[in-house]
């Protein structure tokens, strides 16, 4: 099995709606973290780091008005990045 893991996924603290409340997210770092040592421990496989892809990759397998919502949240990570609606909000495929 190959798995695919990067120091990223310390970034994933978010929030879902579970049974009408706002929990923590069942997706964390800990779970990256603990899925990752037994992985390991059971030898698996390799553990390789992502690959990067470009625009037509994921155009390929989702509709476009996926892809440029992806675009945007990329984005909108970026510190000093336009807000929605900004003129410099279009994306290309660089990024």
């Not at 996924?9 to 973290?33: C, M, W, Y």
């Not at 390799?46 to 945007?72: E, G, N, Q, T």
């Amino acid at each position: 099995m190959l798995t695919v893991y990067s120091s990223d996924h310390q970034l994933h603290r978010g929030v879902e709606l579970k049974d009408g409340a706002i929990t923590d997210s069942f997706e964390n770092p800990l779970r990256a973290e603990t899925v990752l040592a037994q992985v390991r421990a059971a030898r698996l496989g390799d553990v390789i780091a992502p690959k990067p892809f470009d625009r037509a990759h994921y155009a390929a397998a989702h509709s476009a008005r996926y892809v440029d919502f992806l675009a945007k949240l990329k984005k909108a990570d970026k510190p000093g990045s336009p807000k929605e609606g900004d003129e410099d909000g279009e994306f290309s495929d660089a990024d």
